[in-house]
């Protein structure tokens, strides 16, 4: 139970280490040991039981923490867990010397000798879970199957007492150091991982020192300390049911908290938690819309009125530090607890003090000194805030009548800063939280006039009464001015109690009036942005009409550019159809010479034939055709190569005559 974590996709808060093992272990020590817890201030604190946590109620109040001031915003103002409600819910003492000493680079050396095991890293303060179980007897905390929960914790205890020393002596010393490291490494300083921290070890080497520190007023700095971190890590680490008990006694409104024991202690014993099927993030935001409407008069801020202390010493030994403004420690951890932002839990008005602020130096409230590395003597360090601890620190006055000063300056303040939920998204500068609080104001001092009236009236009767009439009256003047003084107080009474109903209406008017107010502005502000809305979808028609149109002149783009490359590639093909022309033509014409050709052949070898004539003169009349279809071809290349207009280039022999030579005898 030392750390939480809040998992994705289940609805539940699981615990690295959970508080069966400890319950366990404890069982298991022998009578001895538990003596030397309960002297230490542990016994309490290790009996309890095992609370069900409120993963949902945690997360929302962590959402609302603020860093600044160390306590949570809500719009009533300020909230914020004590030493009063640390001691009384877990039992741990809030006196005593402050958990502080020095820190070191590395804890390899002390966890050698005291504890005989390892670190996790050579600049670690860390140890091993499972190695530091071991060391008790647990060697495995997982529940074997079929193995019921009471069997578990049975096997576990057995475990645990097999090998703890039965008498006192180093064995049993080693043995308890074991035990509180892991109880206050996981449950009262836990850590948010699986392993265990051990800064709290040089403190446990005397032993029967332990028992002089506040160990309750450390784990609640560390809880501050954990709620500061940033709002996007989940989880808290920490004893968290500290937080959630605090939820159920102050806010009861909530109903998260069912009451099971109404006379146990410490008070976490009086708790239980019902679990929530509903998903994680509609719960938190249920949380938050319900602490936004919560009536300020719903807030409990005295919750233990009328708890009888003789039953609980360790209260009677911590009150000397409640209601106080003082730091708390918890080695490289100091913190400020702000008392006097929460000075209605001490049945005293709040008074219009002055908000934390981080642009505050070191020395003011508002710094943890967290995460410095280097080897620190912390009661050096941070001397004047360990002598304010050593003094109980400064207690809490208020001089105020009223809590109207208070809830004008909270709204100046945080504005809408207080509303987290889905339902107040108005309220931008936090005038209805003004004037909601002045109300609740208003109507706290008329409760009390009332009283007071009613108390001056039973006053006024019991002194009529006493006279006895007007007889009497002039037998005992000093009984007529008694009468005629509490006559005139209450007159008086009555008339401020007239005069706080009659303002009590004149703010229900306002708050109406203002509510009604921010609700137009809303709707004026809404107006612009509709009106801007319909500008920009104008002009998200007009760019989407821009670019249908670049992409239809693209597109056409594309079409020019594929007729011009299909009208070229139409001209290439009627370059190559002329081409092609040409050549059949050219095929044609010389199919015709050869035929002719061929025709002279023959009427050459009749005429040769009947002559005596030699032919040769045929085959010249074939080699003259072919030169001169040759000339012909390279003629037409030559012009095609040539510019237009040229008139340069060789000259071709012209084709030879198709008329034969003369004497071939083709004529007779």
């Not at 005397?206 to 560390?222: E, F, K, M, P, T």
């Not at 009256?473 to 008339?495: F, H, N």
């Not at 597109?555 to 011009?564: K, L, P, S, T």
């Not at 033509?585 to 002559?611: H, K, N, Q």
Request: net charge negative.
């Amino acid at each position: 139970m030392g750390s939480v974590v809040f998992r994705k996709r289940q609805t539940e808060l699981w615990s690295r280490l959970g508080w069966a093992v400890i319950r366990a272990i404890y069982d298991g020590l022998p009578d001895f040991q538990v003596c030397r817890l309960e002297g230490m201030g542990f016994g309490l604190f290790l009996r309890l039981e095992e609370l069900a946590p409120d993963v949902a109620l945690i997360q929302a109040l962590k959402e609302r923490w603020d860093p600044e001031c160390h306590a949570f915003l809500f719009p009533w103002g300020h909230m914020v867990p004590t030493l009063e409600d640390v001691v009384r819910i877990t039992g741990l003492r809030v006196d005593g010397q402050a958990v502080t000493g020095t820190t070191y680079t590395s804890y390899q050396e002390p966890v050698e000798r005291l504890l005989g095991l390892e670190v996790r890293g050579e600049r670690s303060s860390l140890v091993h879970q499972t190695e530091l179980q071991a060391s008790l007897g647990v060697a495995s905390a997982r529940r074997q199957t079929g193995e019921g929960q009471a069997e578990h914790m049975e096997r576990m205890t057995d475990d645990a007492r097999a090998v703890m020393a039965e008498e006192e002596g180093e064995a049993a010393d080693r043995d308890l150091r074991w035990f509180l490291t892991l109880v206050i490494g996981k449950l009262v300083l836990g850590t948010k991982g699986d392993p265990v921290g051990c800064r709290c070890l040089p403190l446990l080497e005397d032993l029967s020192s332990v028992g002089n520190y506040a160990w309750g007023a450390a784990l609640l700095a560390h809880l501050f300390d954990s709620l500061g971190t940033s709002s996007r890590e989940t989880g808290v680490a920490g004893f968290f049911p500290l937080l959630q008990v605090w939820a159920y006694y102050h806010l009861p409104s909530l109903g998260h908290g069912v009451a099971r024991r109404r006379s146990a202690v410490p008070l976490l014993q009086r708790w239980r938690f019902c679990r929530d099927e509903r998903s994680l993030w509609r719960q938190v935001t249920m949380i938050h819309d319900a602490l936004d409407t919560t009536p300020f008069g719903h807030v409990q801020w005295t919750p233990y009125v009328g708890e009888s202390d003789a039953a609980q010493p360790w209260v009677e030994r911590g009150r000397p530090y409640f209601g106080r403004d003082i730091w708390l420690h918890c080695f490289n951890t100091v913190v400020p607890l702000h008392h006097r932002l929460v000075a209605r839990t001490l049945g005293l008005h709040q008074a219009a003090v002055e908000f934390p602020s981080r642009q505050r130096s070191w020395e003011w409230p508002g710094r943890s000194f967290r995460r410095i590395q280097q080897v620190t003597d912390w009661m050096v360090r941070v001397r004047e805030q360990l002598d304010d601890w050593e003094r109980r620190g400064t207690e809490v006055v208020s001089e105020a009548t009223s809590d109207e000063d208070y809830f004008r300056a909270y709204a100046r303040k945080y504005g809408a800063q207080v509303y987290k939920g889905s339902r107040r998204s108005l309220d931008l500068e936090g005038r209805i939280t003004s004037l909601e609080g002045i109300l609740h104001s208003t109507i706290q001092q008329r409760d009390d006039l009332q009283a007071v009236v009613d108390q001056l009236r039973a006053e006024l009767d019991g002194a009529r009464q006493m006279v006895g009439g007007a007889s009497s009256s002039r037998e005992d003047p000093g009984r007529s001015v008694l009468e005629g003084q509490l006559a005139a107080a209450v007159t008086r009474a009555e008339d401020a109690f007239v005069q706080l109903r009659e303002r009590e209406q004149e703010l229900r008017t306002a708050m109406a009036r203002m509510t009604t107010l921010e609700t137009e502005m809303a709707e004026l502000r809404l107006r612009p942005e509709a009106a801007e809305v319909a500008r920009w979808r104008q002009e998200a028609e007009a760019a989407a009409r821009w670019q249908q149109e670049a992409a239809e002149a693209t597109r056409w783009r594309q079409e020019a550019e594929e007729a011009a490359r299909l009208r070229a590639e139409a001209g290439d093909l009627r370059t190559q159809l002329g081409e092609e022309r040409h050549r059949s033509d050219m095929l044609r014409s010389e199919m015709r010479g050869l035929e002719r050709a061929l025709e002279l052949v023959g009427r050459s070898r009749s005429v040769t034939s009947r002559s005596g004539i030699p032919s040769g003169s045929a085959g010249h009349y074939l080699t003259g055709s072919s030169g001169w279809r040759r000339n012909e071809e390279e003629e037409r290349r030559r012009r095609e190569r040539a510019p237009e207009g040229s008139e340069t280039g060789p000259r071709v022999m012209a084709p030879p005559s198709p008329r034969p030579p003369e004497g071939t005898g083709e004529s007779g």
